[in-house]
T-cell receptor
Framework: GQNIDQPTEMTATEGAIVQINCTYQ??????LFWYQQHAGEAPTFLSY????GLEEKGRFSSFLSRSKGYSYLLLKELQMKDSASYLC??????????FGAGTTVTVRA | GAVVSQHPSWVICKSGTSVKIECRSL??????MFWYRQFPKQSLMLMAT?????????EQGVEKDKFLINHASLTLSTLTVTSAHPEDSSFYIC???????????FGPGTRLTVT
């Protein structure tokens, strides 16, 4: 089975940086995804890591360490529209995604 | 990017009736489609995986006779909630992927309310 942990909530100020950690223990690993989800909407893809290291994509970066079962999503230059839930998801060999419970990020002015 | 649609976007039905939700890939062939359920303030839980032309594979604890999944073509999968009860009220989301693609593309979701 899959066990994926991430913090429940985080609050940060507009313009700041926030790092959302995700740890996982899985029976199979074929990549880690980060998604953003606004209330009442479907998740939207942010990043994908399958090898160790940092992937940068504009204001968002994601890091993976497979040996530690650890990933983080870094959000820079926070904007009000970044207030959302951020989901860490691990994919197994059958391409099935297991999601963490999500981290609600609130950006304050 | 690839687009996945769902219909309807929301539905209200009476207890005991059945509801069908459609998931379509609009500009790619979806060899595999996934159905998820999300309760308020919880994460997505995978219900089943369907491959075109074959029976769906259900996750543990999901009743296959209650949640009927049909993946009749490379662009359409349907989820039918049979004999719906209020506890089936949830946000149902599908996703689709094509062979060789890394990413799953999510539909906009269907909010089901059973009264």
């Amino acid at each position: 089975g899959q066990n994926i942990d991430q913090p429940t909530e985080m609050t940060a100020t507009e313009g700041a940086i926030v790092q959302i950690n995700c740890t996982y223990q899985t029976s199979g690993f074929n990549g880690l995804f980060w998604y953003q989800q606004h209330a009442g909407e479907a998740p939207t893809f942010l990043s994908y890591n399958v090898l160790d290291g940092l992937e940068e994509k504009g204001r968002f970066s994601s890091f993976l360490s497979r040996s530690k079962g650890y990933s983080y999503l870094l959000l820079k230059e926070l904007q009000m529209k970044d207030s959302a839930s951020y989901l860490c998801a691990v994919r197994d060999g059958d391409y099935k995604l297991s999601f963490g419970a999500g981290t609600t990020v609130t950006v304050r002015a | 990017g690839a687009v996945v649609s769902q219909h309807p976007s929301w539905v209200i039905c009476k207890s005991g009736t059945s509801v069908k939700i459609e998931c379509r890939s609009l500009d790619f062939q979806a060899t595999t489609m996934f159905w998820y359920r999300q309760f308020p303030k919880q994460s997505l839980m995978l219900m089943a995986t369907s491959n075109e032309g074959s029976k769906a594979t259900y996750e543990q604890g999901v009743e296959k006779d209650k949640f009927l999944i049909n993946h009749a073509s490379l662009t359409l999968s349907t989820l039918t909630v049979t004999s719906a009860h209020p506890e089936d009220s949830s946000f149902y989301i599908c996703s689709a992927r094509d062979t060789g693609e890394v990413e799953q593309y999510f539909g906009p979701g269907t909010r089901l309310t059973v009264t």
